[in-house]
């Protein structure tokens, strides 16, 4: 079949509905199937070993982590953590949202992930303090960029792959960028938040202080050897 041809397939299929990795999916598989020089078994084999690659298999493992994390509680407690370190600046919970997205950087990898998670807990909150629509969506839009910045991302990882450049050399040069994003971020939000008048909200930041204060001492009081197995309860239903 000749390219226009894979092309109108491609397009036919994908208007028609079908996702678009399955359409390149079967245009690539109706080409080895009516190709005369390249055997069918050779797409087979390419879409076989593209499947056997260990950095690939990060993807996976990111949306797991964050799952768990949904599940565990563990992000609850890094806003509050978030809020303890940042509520008290001017803009509040601008400024929360970006220290949220700097510190999922390192565990999730995934801008759309951390911007999903912070439109559904931290957008309702900003908008109910009286934050504009337009200033909250830029603060957790912009800010999840963060996460695609400090290492391990995902877009690193899967760039690292495809170009076969060294996925460690490129975590490392995402540090400093990742860094120096979240302190011009939490400036440029100071500097808007002062001109609109958004106060920080303190009685939930002395909320967010006592609950970070009670966690880490009941993580300090009990032993070390209890710990996993408490994590373990929490999110058994996870794998049963």
């Known amino acids: 079949m000749t390219t226009i041809g894979l092309s109108v397939l491609f397009l036919a299929i994908m208007f028609l509905g079908m996702p678009v990795a399955f359409a390149v999916g079967v245009a690539s598989l109706v080409f080895f199937l009516g190709s005369d020089t390249i055997p069918a078994s050779i797409g087979v084999q390419r879409i076989a070993t593209a499947t056997q ?87 957790i839009a912009v800010g999840s960029l963060i996460t695609a910045t400090i290492p391990p991302s995902i877009g690193l990882i899967l760039y690292g792959f495809l170009g076969n450049v060294s996925i460690g050399k490129l975590f490392l040069g995402g540090v400093i960028p990742g860094i120096l994003m979240t302190f011009v971020l939490m400036s440029t939000a100071w500097v808007i938040a002062r001109k609109r008048g958004y106060k920080p909200d303190l009685a939930a930041l002395r909320r967010s202080i006592s609950a970070s204060i009670t966690t880490f001492s009941k993580l300090a009081a009990s032993p070390p050897s209890s710990q996993p197995a408490a994590w373990l309860i929490r999110c058994e239903w996870l794998i049963t």
């Open 53 to 139: 690659s260990f950095p690939l298999l990060a993807v996976p493992l990111f949306v797991l982590a964050g799952n768990l994390m949904n599940a565990c509680g563990i992000t609850d407690r890094i806003i509050s953590l978030a809020r303890a370190l940042t509520g008290w600046l001017t803009g509040g919970l601008a400024q929360v949202a970006i220290v949220v997205s700097a510190l999922m950087g390192g565990v999730s990898g995934s801008a759309v992930a951390d911007a999903a998670m912070e439109a559904r807990i931290l957008g309702p909150a900003m908008l109910r303090q009286g934050f504009s629509r337009g200033y909250s969506s830029a603060v």
